[in-house]
T-cell receptor, first 113, second 116 residues
């Protein structure tokens, strides 16, 4: 298996633009997690899904952030409009049914100018 | 939510054992202790986890205190590739039946440097 796939790996955009981050979980995994990592705040859980349904979105910072999982093999995290403080590395992770182990993707490094 | 406390950084020499401590004095009875590590420019990767008993796998050993208020991740022979940030994490379970709760509570971790 290729592991969790994230795209793009790097994104540079200007303040006010819409940003869409994409994630393909490992096949057969039923949980999908979106995290954000910064030097100041470390790794923060934004939202996670179980069987394509959002379970906990309490970490989503504000209404500018939205996440969807239209099917078992694809999820998006959208920021609209983006702001410089959104600059971070965004990770997607997935896990197998009945286990806690999370498998992380390589991350998307987002820079908002 | 129960929190973990880890030293900000530690240093070790190659081929020597490393003991990475973690305090979790407010841990509840159903909280699992997980360890992940993050190599430079990569996503975190799972290392080991346990509930009450000590655990061993090919990567490391996990020693859990009898009162479960602390644990230690043991790397038996550090290599240069083990230089990473190590996270001690509690799996938050609101009750005996965690249902679909899969939330992990992350701290800032311990940055381990390995000297050649």
């Amino acid at each position: 298996d290729a592991g969790v796939i994230q795209s793009p790996r790097h994104e540079v955009t200007e303040m006010g633009q819409e940003v869409t981050l994409r994630c393909k979980p490992i096949s057969g995994h039923d949980y999908l997690f979106w995290y954000r990592q910064t030097m100041m705040r470390g790794l923060e859980l934004l939202i996670y899904f179980n069987n394509n349904v959002p379970i906990d979105d309490s970490g989503m910072p504000e209404d500018r952030f939205s996440a969807k999982m239209p099917n078992a093999s694809f999820s998006t995290l959208k920021i609209q409009p983006s702001e410089p403080r959104d600059s971070a590395v965004y990770f997607c992770a997935s896990s197998l049914p009945g286990t806690d182990t999370q498998y992380f993707g390589p991350g998307t490094r987002l820079t908002v100018l | 939510d129960a929190k973990t406390t880890q030293p900000n950084s530690m240093e070790s020499n190659e081929e020597e054992p490393v003991h990475l401590p973690c305090n979790h004095s407010t841990i509840s009875g159903t909280d699992y202790i997980h360890w992940y590590r993050q190599l430079p420019s990569q996503g975190p990767e799972y290392v080991i986890h346990g509930l009450t008993s000590n655990v061993n796998n090919r990567m490391a050993s996990l020693a859990i205190a009898e009162d479960r208020k602390s644990s230690t991740l043991i790397l038996h022979r550090a290599t240069l590739r083990d230089a990473a940030v190590y996270y001690c994490i509690l799996r938050h379970t609101p009750g005996y039946n965690a249902g679909n709760n899969r939330k992990l509570i992350w701290g800032l971790g311990t940055s381990l440097a390995v000297n050649p």
